[in-house]
């Protein structure tokens, strides 16, 4: 098989905070193939935005990157400098931020902001870069006049399009979407999950679908990766997860979620809370919320074990 | 364009009360004023100036409404009357003086503040717990504390009378003649270099803490995370999506210090015996110079209004977001 497109190897990311040091992202190992969609689910705080903003370096600043590595396209992300990851950024990997209403500039039109880009990375002139940046909001359905627009005059769905045409714009070949459709309804969702994954099918580029909702990762991802209390707790291709999880926290996870098409049984919730991570819990961080609970997951952490070629999980159950 | 008329409009109607205020204040003070001004003016002032007086007030026999309209139509043609302290110069003419000097003194005091206190901010926020941002905004309070006037009598002593380094006074020389030379240009930036100064001292800490403050916030904020994760250059990230933003609110602010060009230069002007709008309303007050006072107070007033109807168009143009608001 060729080097995945992104290798994400041991990544740690620290939050130093007087209260403590808090570790947002533990040792995390994760792949990303050419043109695949790896969902990325958990609970909030679990540190699945802060690995999406490490991918890009744009940590904001008492978060810091503490150990491991991410290759991408064979070069190791975090060692980059400035300028070649001023390079890197966008044109090879882009994101759709989580909040639409917050992410464009407010007194900048939105076709403004698309040509900056272009015209950034020399990918056009300015005269060039309208033309273009109108095609792109086209390309996503908002009509092209609507590039003189400014952010508060569109809806909350239409302000994710723009941040999905932006994110396009360059062509990357890795596109973060870092809970894009939390802030809209669901049919709105629906519409721009769907219209994601036809121009990713059109364009060829890998996803890192980053999310809470299990269930609509599991319609959209090809690969679903479990995180739990800053931790990888399993990794499964979309149907298999779905049919046989194999991590008690992803059971739970899948529990959570009323079901469409059976209805036997009612939506069940994980007892207890997440933990906090100033503090987690010795041992399998699960442990404390764990109904299958055996004397060694309070002894022993678990390691992510290879359960098949495409499998992994971090438990010991699944042993 | 619509917006901009309608806010014309606004302060066309802000202007009109101002100037109807102005001409019922003093008939609705208890007594009878213009009686009161006549018998301490009488036998010390010559009958053209109260004249002058009389009809600045409009205090004529005629009815309150023809009296009314003939204070509209002198305002409207810049006829104030006579000053009594500079008798016989029309209040018009003794105004437009000292406006010009106002303007040019606290005018580029203010801009000068403002535009180098917004870039130490900018730079502040940029560089944070670098040395901009660690030493001067508590230094600029610092000074900023200190009572103005004090300030300026200090550098006034200092380097006006001490070393020497700059005139004591005036806004040229007595032995030059005005006129667009280079010799009377350096004399009138050489006069106004001390007062520009501590105005400068005593106002930019403000400015650079208003920047700093709000550019910290919009340094955090998912659009100018975006615009780095665009791979934008720094420079741009923090001109372009961090500055442009946070400028908004000290535009505001800029508005608001603009009345205190014209109104509030008082101080310096007294200090620097500078001859200004401050120093005309001083020296009318203590000459009971009645018309010029009104003349001053209605060259405030309106250019007040005119300064924040140029901020509000400067605002419509910077954010369009207040384009379709009202």
Redesign the interface.
């Given at each position: 098989m060729d080097e995945p497109l992104l290798s994400i190897r041991d990544l740690c990311v620290d939050y130093v905070s007087e209260a403590g040091c808090v570790r947002a992202v533990d040792h995390v190992t994760l792949d990303v193939s050419r043109a695949e969609i790896v969902g990325v689910a958990g609970e909030s705080g679990s540190g699945k935005s802060t690995l999406a903003?490490a991918l890009?370096r744009?940590l904001?600043p008492p978060a810091i990157i503490s150990g491991g590595e991410a290759r991408f396209e064979g070069r190791d992300i975090l060692t980059l400098s400035?300028t070649e990851?001023?390079?890197?950024?966008?044109?090879r990997i882009?994101?759709v931020?989580?909040?639409a209403m917050?992410?464009?500039?407010?007194?900048?039109?939105i076709g403004e902001q698309i040509v900056?880009?272009l015209v950034?990375?020399g990918a056009a002139t300015r005269q060039e870069a309208r033309s273009r940046a109108a095609e792109l909001l086209e390309m996503v359905g908002i009509p092209a006049p609507r590039v003189d627009a400014?952010a508060?005059?569109l809806s909350g769905g239409m302000r994710q399009r723009v941040g999905i045409a932006?994110a396009l714009a360059l062509e990357p070949a890795l596109v973060i979407l870092d809970e894009p459709t939390t802030a809209l309804d669901v049919i709105v969702e629906r519409e721009i999950l769907q219209q994601i994954r036809g121009l990713q099918e059109k364009l060829g580029f890998a996803v890192l679908f980053i999310t809470h909702d299990l269930a609509r990762m599991l319609q959209f991802s090809d690969r679903v990766a479990v995180f739990y209390a800053a931790q990888l707790v399993e990794l499964a291709p979309a149907a298999e997860l779905r049919r046989a999880p194999r991590h008690p926290y992803t059971e739970g996870l899948l529990r959570a979620f009323p079901s469409v098409q059976s209805d036997a049984d009612e939506p069940e919730s994980i007892p207890g809370a997440p933990p906090s991570l100033l503090s987690p819990p010795a041992a399998c961080r699960f442990h404390p919320r764990c109904d299958r609970v055996q004397a060694i997951c309070r002894e022993r952490q678990p390691d992510l074990i290879q359960l098949g070629p495409r499998r992994a999980a971090a438990c010991h159950l699944a042993e | 364009m619509r917006f901009v008329l309608r806010r014309l409009g606004f302060y066309l109607v802000a202007a009109w009360a101002a100037l109807t205020l102005n001409f019922f204040l003093p008939r609705l003070m208890p007594g009878d004023p213009a009686s009161a001004l006549f018998a301490r003016f009488a036998g010390r002032v010559s009958p053209e100036a109260l004249q002058a007086l009389r009809e600045t007030f409009g205090l004529t026999d005629a009815s309150i409404f023809s009296q009314y309209v003939t204070y509209l139509r002198h305002v409207l043609t810049g006829e104030f009357g006579i000053s009594v302290a500079y008798f016989p110069t029309p209040v018009s003419t003794v105004i437009g003086t000292g406006l010009f000097w106002t303007i040019f003194l606290a005018g580029s005091a203010v801009l000068v503040s403002f535009t180098l206190g917004t870039l130490l901010g900018i730079l502040a926020a940029w560089r944070r717990r670098g040395w901009v941002d660690t030493w001067l905004p508590s230094t600029f309070v610092f000074l900023g504390a200190f009572p103005y006037f004090w300030l300026a009598m200090v550098a006034l002593y200092v380097f006006g009378f001490l070393l020497g380094w700059f005139p004591l006074g005036h806004a040229y020389g007595d032995d030059l003649a005005p006129g667009f030379n280079l010799t009377f240009l350096t004399d009138v930036a050489r006069h106004a270099a001390l007062p520009i100064a501590t105005v400068v001292i005593a106002t930019l800490g403000g400015w650079l803490l208003t920047m700093r403050n709000t550019m910290i916030g919009v340094l955090?904020?998912?659009?100018v995370?975006?615009?780095?994760?665009?791979?934008?250059?720094?420079s741009?990230v923090v001109l372009?999506?961090a500055a442009?933003?946070a400028l908004?609110p000290s535009v505001t602010g800029f508005g608001m210090a603009l009345g205190y060009v014209l109104g509030g230069s008082l101080l310096t002007e007294i200090v620097f015996s500078y001859p200004g709008q401050g120093y005309l309303l001083v020296q009318a007050v203590r000459n009971q110079d009645y018309p010029l006072m009104q003349g001053i107070f209605l060259v405030i007033t309106l250019a007040v209004l005119g300064a924040n109807w140029l901020v509000d168009l400067v605002y419509v143009w910077?954010?369009?977001?207040t384009r379709?608001a009202s």
């Open positions: 903003q890009l744009i904001p400035e990851l001023r390079e890197l950024r966008w044109r882009s994101m931020f989580q909040s917050d992410s464009l500039n407010p007194v900048i039109s900056d880009t950034a990375h400014y508060h005059q932006l | 955090g904020s998912d659009y995370n975006l615009a780095r994760a665009k791979g934008l250059t720094p741009r372009r999506y442009r933003n908004l910077l954010d369009p977001r379709e």
